[in-house]
């Protein structure tokens, strides 16, 4: 995975606040399985929320959409992206796509 990778949503989530805290909920079956609440920070709340409007999303895209909001080096946005993002692929809630050099 780097910088330019593109990935798409696997599963159906949610960002929601409960007591304080953003949590990424994935929804399955119309049910919510409590062992399945990821906490998550403000700008892991704002990536989910830039995923979600796009069918696939390439991380670039991501860091410049981030980089209007929050006041930080592109470098350890790009960082921080990429850690999320692999966190999610990790559990399931994204998937990257491969570009198929082929045809």
Partial sequence: MNINSRFRKVCTCRVRTIAGEKFLIPIHDSSIEVENLFRISESGAYIWEAIEK??????????????????????????????????????????????????
Avoid: W
């Avoid at 410049?64 to 692999?86: A, G, P």
């Fill in 54 to 103: 796009s069918n696939e999303i390439i991380l670039t895209d991501i860091v410049k959409i981030m980089e209007e909001t929050y006041d930080k080096d592109r470098e350890i946005l790009e960082h921080d992206v990429i850690e999320f993002v692999s966190d999610l692929k990790n559990i399931n809630l994204l998937e990257e796509l491969v570009n198929d050099k082929s045809s």
